[in-house]
């Protein structure tokens, strides 16, 4: 029998998992690994308009499908790439970067090439690029095999991305040794509990959950990337806890179940009562580990009280002073399902939809945009939040049963969601994908469109146009020349990519935005609509605010 090539291998061992795109741009010390891509009769090669623009896709299409890969080549590619690699470090998702580089011939001979800084130093980017995974390999014939099973378990063990090095000689060459055939990830178990361990861990939290009379719940995303994030459901509904999410977190639970309060964030809280509920509990019950940023504690008006708190993370739990360490996120919330039972009593009453306001030839805004949206998403539905300050309307408005939202608050690089939208569409195999943004963002990336269109996804688009990179408008202050676009028609862009039977609208009233999400119901193609937004909505945050954010001023003398 033939053996694959070490690109084809790796290539089809990744893909394995469950990944039917390979996301990148060409290049010519990659192209083994494109060529292999394009051989492979499971996977699709997905040409993105730009590397950074082919990192986020696979960073979107990781959120949903567990894991991604990245192709791009030596130096300029791989570079171009990292941060939006870095960002699927910080969300925790498991990108496999795979990078071609130039043959050993070519080093061993000491010559200088292209790609690089004029001299014969070949991995200098290794340590760049490396710093965004967990775990990275330089593979070659006879390690190939052997190496790309360390690399998958440490990648799928701690959930962050791989960076794999394949030369443009080692990619054409054969494999050595006896290929592995590995199962979807659904069927990996990623983590290993500690039986003593996870017995202790166990009856810790139990012991605080049986003796609390207020407790909360508060579930983070790390439970989808672990694929538990249904469990963590379950524990909640079984039990019955009041739960929460903070700003970095929407979308990891179904925001129906009766049981959820809204979104923590201290003094930012919302609805205010969620602060309450959390400064109440006798118990805090952490499921995933929250990240105590300033987006996800109200810029550090509160820090989680340690004392109060229970923290199930991926592989180990603190309670109080203690700490249980090895013990799988999965396996403790299988236990605790099983032994937790539901307290009695109703939560609190279900968070009413945003009302309606506006009508007919009054200009919109955010006010009267959100609501309308509220009302279409359905069951199935993901939506995709771009950072900045539709992330804050998007936020405050509770999710329809069965409707999933996808952000990137903790690494918040503007830009990111427009091609992470492509990744997230490609990754469905249901239910629409639903991507707002606003114009500052979108400007970075949206040369995504065409990828879009080529390839034949229906995502719907909402654009908001305020002139503006409106976040930091409101940071800065109004005024400066630096916080104001470059003007675009933007509802022009589709037909100006390429893309075929868009429906595509530029919509300034309320009875306009009400006829574009109208036409929405009888068409089930791609839309994208451009909303007009007032310049002055975007006002700046109380000096207060600012300063607790990034600690500018003198502290006042003691």
Known sequence: MNQPTVAAYAVSRIA?????????????????????????????????????????????????????MLST???????????????????RLPVFH??????????HLGLITHHNVGDTRYDRFQALSGAAACVTAELNPDNCIEELERVIREALRQSMPAYIVISDVHGRMPVIGNPEQGVPLAQIKRQRSDPRELTAAVAAIMAKLTAATDPVALVTTITS????????????????????????????????????????????SMPPTVSEAVLQA????????????????????????????????????????????????????????????????????????????????????????????????????????????????????????????????????????????????????????????????????LNELAVMGRYGIAPVIFVLNNGLYGIEDAISGQGHDYDELAPVKYHLLPAAFGCRGWLTSRVSTVAELERALEALDSHDGAAYIEVMIPHEESQPLPADLIDRGYKLATPPSQ
């Open 73 to 91: 080549t030596y130096g300029v590619g791989e570079l171009s790439a990292l941060n939006g690699v870095m960002g699927s470090r910080a969300h």
């Open 98 to 107: 795979l990078v071609g580089m130039p043959s050993q011939r070519t080093q």
């Open 282 to 445: 006798d118990l805090i019950l952490d499921v995933g580990g929250l990240v105590l940023a300033e987006l996800n504690t109200g810029f550090w008006s509160d820090a989680i009280d340690k004392g109060r708190a229970v923290c199930i993370h991926e592989n180990w739990v603190r309670s109080g002073s203690s700490v249980f360490l090895n013990v799988a996120i999965d396996d403790v919330l299988d236990a605790l399902i099983a032994e937790v039972s539901p307290r009695a009593g109703d939560i609190a009453e279900a968070m009413a939809p945003l009302p309606l306001v506006g009508a007919g030839d009054e200009p919109t805004c955010s006010a009267n945009f959100y609501p309308r949206l509220q009302r279409k998403l359905a069951p199935g539905d993901t939506l995709v939040i771009e950072t900045g300050t539709a992330m804050t309307h998007l936020n405050a408005m509770r999710l329809p049963a069965g409707v999933g939202a996808e952000g990137q608050g903790l690494w918040g690089s503007i830009g990111w969601a427009t091609p992470a939208a492509l990744g997230i569409a490609l990754a469905k195999t249901s239910g629409r994908t639903w991507l707002v943004t606003g114009d500052g963002a979108h400007q970075l990336t």
């Open 225 to 268: 990337r672990y694929g538990v994030a249904d469990k963590a459901t379950e524990l909640i509904a079984k039990a019955n806890l009041p739960v929460a999410i903070t700003a970095f977190d929407k979308g990891v639970i179904d925001e129906s179940l009766p049981q959820f309060i809204g979104q923590y964030g201290a003094a930012a």
């Open 16 to 68: 394995q998992l469950g990944i039917d795109r390979v996301f990148g741009v060409p290049g010519d010390y990659a192209f083994p690994i494109d060529d292999a891509v394009e051989a492979a009769p499971n996977v699709q090669w997905v040409a993105c308009a730009n590397e950074l623009n082919a990192a986020y896709a696979a960073d979107g299409y990781a959120r949903i499908r567990g894991a991604a």
